[in-house]
């Protein structure tokens, strides 16, 4: 199973809005709501972002969103904050009956 | 307060063994799903397995299949990770996680803060 595309790098300034793509097949992200979004700072444990495609758990900030269309999932975090830095994975159920993440996006806010 | 506390991580040689162990506390272990995820150094995280509730329904990536084994005992509120025949590709952080429910497809909730396997001669 191949990982899903993810950009390597995106950047913005405080305020701002940025969105990080996550492209699949039909076979993973298009074919399921299953698409999940994690947060991860260096050297610690993921945090779960989103789930469900658009789902917040508990305790996220609504200033983080999540979206599909075909094959390609998406993350907005709209009013960018300096914690907001970070690494983030996407994450799909397949119809292999597996789990496969996304190869990680670096956010710098600048 | 929902704990997962990963131990069993270290040196082992190519061909080896090793059991990781993940005690959970502060929820219902037996209700929910889990997950093995690991994170390779400087690189992104890969899903390794998955075990239902119950138990009885184990999942796993092509790369660790016939290899690994999930297994929990919910009397206990442990996960556990049998690896045999390691590689060094399985050098890695690996991380235990909860499900947020008793499916394992929608997402990780709580994570353990990892514990490090290494692979090497």
């Known amino acids: 199973q191949s990982a899903l595309t993810q950009p390597a790098s995106v950047s913005g300034s405080p305020g701002q809005s940025i969105t990080i793509s996550c492209t699949g097949t039909?076979?993973?992200?298009?074919?399921?709501?299953?698409v999940s979004w994690y947060q991860q700072h260096p050297g610690k444990a993921p945090k779960l972002m989103i789930y469900d495609v658009s789902n917040r758990p508990s305790g996220v900030s609504n200033r983080f969103s999540g979206s599909k269309s075909g094959n390609t999932a998406s993350l907005t975090i709209s009013g960018l904050q300096a914690e907001d830095e970070a690494d983030y994975y996407c994450s799909s159920y397949t119809s292999s009956s597996s789990l496969v993440f996304g190869g990680g996006t670096k956010l710098t806010v600048l | 307060e929902v704990l997962l506390l990963e131990s069993g991580g270290g040196l082992v040689q190519p061909g080896g063994s090793l059991r990781l162990s993940c005690a959970a506390s502060?929820?219902?272990?037996?209700?929910?799903?889990m997950s093995w995820v690991r994170q390779a150094p400087g690189k992104g995280l890969e899903w390794v397995s998955a075990i239902s509730g119950s138990g009885g329904s184990t999942y796993y990536a092509d790369s660790v299949k016939g290899r690994f084994t999930i297994s929990r005992d919910n009397s206990k509120s442990t996960l556990y990770l049998q690896m045999n025949s390691l590689r060094a590709e399985d050098t890695a952080v690996y991380y235990c996680?909860?499900?947020?429910?008793?499916?394992?497809?929608?997402?990780?909730?709580?994570w353990g803060q990892g514990t490090t396997v290494t692979v090497s001669s």
């Open positions: 996680a909860k499900c947020r429910s008793s499916s394992w497809l929608r997402g990780m909730d709580v």
């Open positions: 039909s076979s993973d992200v298009g074919g399921y709501n299953y």
């Open positions: 502060g929820f219902t272990f037996s209700s929910y799903a």
